[in-house]
């Protein structure tokens, strides 16, 4: 499992009122109480809405992920992701410069375009900034983090 660029390996013993949970070969002794909160605490991680001047991601329970504009409800201005590595993948295939244009493939067409570029701009994992307004552009600065 990967969180937040660390490497994490999860594994929990129940023995009575104790879970045992071992993280990256440290083991934890936590309480029923404190392993229920520590679940809770990962769901929220795991589920989070992240939101950016313009747009917001949120990481779905199904593992999807979901492009919006910021303060708009409407799924006419979202694009939902199999998982945030499609979204990734979409990134990494885009020229080192590109335009609301190039973002176009399957289910993505109209202001969703723009949207994309902007969240790409925005989102920290996307080595990318804004390099014209008009018409929408962005550049890569560097390599996509893992």
Same mark, same amino acid.
Do not use: W
């Given at each position: ?27 934890? &002794? @936590?309480? =029923? *109480?404190? $392993? ?12 989070? %809405? ?42 990494? &295939? @885009?020229? =080192? *410069?590109? $335009? ?12 969703? %375009? ?33």
């Amino acid at each position: 499992m990967v969180c937040c660029g660390a490497r994490l390996l999860l594994i929990a013993k129940f023995s009575g009122s104790t879970v045992s949970v071992t993280v990256d070969g440290t083991r934890y &002794d @936590l309480t =029923r *109480e404190e $392993a229920e909160a520590l679940r809770d605490r990962l769901a929220d991680a795991l589920t989070g %809405r992240y939101q950016f001047v313009h747009t917001a991601g949120t990481y779905r329970a199904d593992g999807s992920y979901e492009v919006a504009r910021r303060r708009v409800e409407s799924s006419g201005h979202a694009k939902v992701f199999d998982s945030f590595g499609a979204l990734e993948r979409l990134f990494e &295939d @885009l020229p =080192r *410069e590109f $335009a609301a244009e190039d973002v176009e493939h399957a289910g993505v067409s109209g202001s969703r %375009r723009h949207m994309l570029v902007h969240h790409f701009a925005e989102h920290p994992a996307f080595p990318c900034e804004l390099a014209r307004r008009q018409p929408l552009t962005a550049r890569k600065t560097g390599e996509v983090n893992p």
